[in-house]
């Protein structure tokens, strides 16, 4: 399976999903690849925010990422497109070229295990904030990757796709 984690910019929420993802899913014996993009252009080619890598050492989660642009044309190398917000869920339905690439979006808080509690699907972008916004990112970014290993090993993944779509 191909995974996409995909925020604005590429440096903050993302490459923390990815790695995130990445160490979980190693963990469980997954069988994926995985990948993070944003759909603005704006760090192509840079390291993710300093404040990302600085709570990513401290929990010991290896980050090896620089930024990319996701386009159209990902759609076809991806099996699920992870979404951090609602605002990247449009962004990225206005590109899919296709339903069934519409289809392939989720919103990462969708695998949060209180999700049904709390209705948060969103994962807030701490660019800008002070350290506590990443390392809050970080809290609620552990707990719903776990939530989509768990999906990956149950095949409910696909089902999940485009609920986050708020328009």
């Not at 992870?82 to 690439?101: I, K, R």
Request: proline letters at 5%; one cysteine or more; charged letters at 20%.
């Amino acid at each position: 399976m191909r995974i996409v984690f995909v925020c604005l910019g590429n440096i903050c929420r993302s490459p923390a999903a990815e790695a995130i993802f990445a160490a979980q899913a190693q963990q469980a014996g997954l069988d994926v690849e995985i990948e993070s993009a944003g759909t603005g252009s704006w760090h192509i080619g840079e390291q993710p925010h300093q404040g990302a890598r600085q709570e990513a050492r401290s929990r010991d989660i290896p980050v090896d990422h620089l930024g990319q642009q996701f386009t159209s044309s990902d759609f076809g190398r991806f099996d699920v497109v992870v979404a951090m917000d609602s605002s990247n869920v449009s962004d990225l339905l206005d590109l899919a070229p296709d339903q069934e690439s519409r289809d392939k979006v989720v919103r990462m808080g969708q695998f949060a295990p209180d999700v049904q509690r709390t209705g948060v699907l969103d994962v807030p972008d701490p660019y800008g904030k002070p350290q506590q916004a990443f390392s809050a990112m970080f809290d609620q970014l552990e707990p719903a990757a776990a939530g989509l290993v768990a999906a990956i090993q149950d095949g409910s993944v696909a089902g999940r796709a485009s609920v986050g779509d708020d328009r």
